[in-house]
């Protein structure tokens, strides 16, 4: 359960760490957007600005009335630039710098803010503040002709002017020539407005993630616990299945196959031996005089003989071989593709071990005992398991008639 809990932290944990990045991700996607959104808006207003300005040029002289705001441009050196129309009033030419500054000035009381700047200026008050200069001189050196960015309490906007054709009748006496960067015109609106849209899109992402951070806790944490609580299921009705299968399969006391098991064995055993003709020996064991130990040192002593000799006859018998108890005191021995010889020899080395074999019980005697050991086989003729059963049984009768502690061999006692 404890671990179910730290496996389900660490999914609501993980899905915290990549919805936080995303949320992450995305908050800094909607902050590129607003300066991408107003460097749309600084594109149009310069192409606006640009365009007054290029209709100014191509007019080659634009002339308006003298008035207190619209006074001669002391910045413009040309020979007609203040006229008399055929009316007598004064008129004075408009060149795109002026109409630009004019136009900025009209804005100055609305949120827009728009100047045309130079790092040379004709006119002192188109200099550049800080933010100006250092652009215009990344544009001449990067190339680029454009920069927008939030500065403090403003979005600015920044774009380039190269000195057209048209130009060269006001700015020649600067030294520029055609396709020179001669300045810009910068915008700049409060970020007050764009900042408000920004949150409004951050709180709506914000509640998004939270959404979906909770969903995904949840159906990880469903989908896990479902999983572990199916697996727990599956292990433990699989340990049952092999528990219980110990149970069938093996007898309490020694540990060796059941009397039940053994018999399946001998049956698949012999269906082998029938399609291969390999030849099968079976040995029946039985202790000698066990009662005796019974009677002298106790049933509980007696049980411990028969499991420590049940582990040391198994000791002796190769991989292949199987043992069970076939009852009480009597074990049988299967020997799958052992020859009648082969397995008289494995019966005399296990009769000796037997009879070599000293089992310590707990009050600290030592116990001996002997095996009888009848022995039959199936090397050429087919029989059927009950047969075979019967016939080490009789040797086994044979062996404990002629004196016990030996092995008695079917058809040759
Ligand atoms: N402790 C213990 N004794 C058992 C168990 N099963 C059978 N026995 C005993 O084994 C003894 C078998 O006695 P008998 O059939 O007379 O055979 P024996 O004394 O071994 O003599 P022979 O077989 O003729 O050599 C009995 O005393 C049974 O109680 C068991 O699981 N535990």
Sequence with gaps: ????????????????????????????????????????EG??????????????????????????DTPPN????????????????RLTQVNPAYMTRQISELLQDSDVQMRITSLDPINPLNRPDGWEAASLRQFEISGELERVERVQDRYRYISGLIVQRECMQCHEDQGYRVGDLRGGISFSVPAEQVDLLVSEMQQGSSRVH??????????????????????????????????LQQLVERDELTGVLSRRALMERLFTEMKRRSRYGQPLSLLMLDLDHFKRVNDRYGHQAGDLVLKELAQMLEQHLREVDIIGRYGGEEFTVLLPNTARLQAERLAQRLCQAAAEYRIRLHGGDLVQVTLSIGLASCDTDLLSAETLLARADEALYVA???GRNRVSVYGQD
């Design 210 to 243: 939270a959404l979906v951070l909770m969903l995904l806790s949840l159906i990880g944490v469903s989908l896990f616990s479902l999983f572990y609580l199916v697996r727990g299921r599956l292990q433990a009705s699989v340990m049952a299945q092999a528990e």
């Design 400 to 402: 404990k008639q002629r």
């Design 74 to 89: 002391p910045y413009l050196r040309t020979p007609d630039r203040d006229i008399t129309d055929n009316l007598g009033r």
């Design 43 to 68: 594109r149009s207003a310069f192409t606006l600005i640009q365009t007054a300005r290029h209709w100014n040029a191509i007019q080659g002289k634009v002339y308006v009335p003298v008035s207190a």
């Design 1 to 40: 359960m404890r671990r179910l809990t730290i496996i389900n932290f660490l999914i609501v944990l993980g899905c915290a760490l990549a919805v936080g990045l995303s949320w992450q991700i995305n908050h800094e996607a909607i902050e590129a957007v607003a300066l991408k959104l107003f460097r749309a």
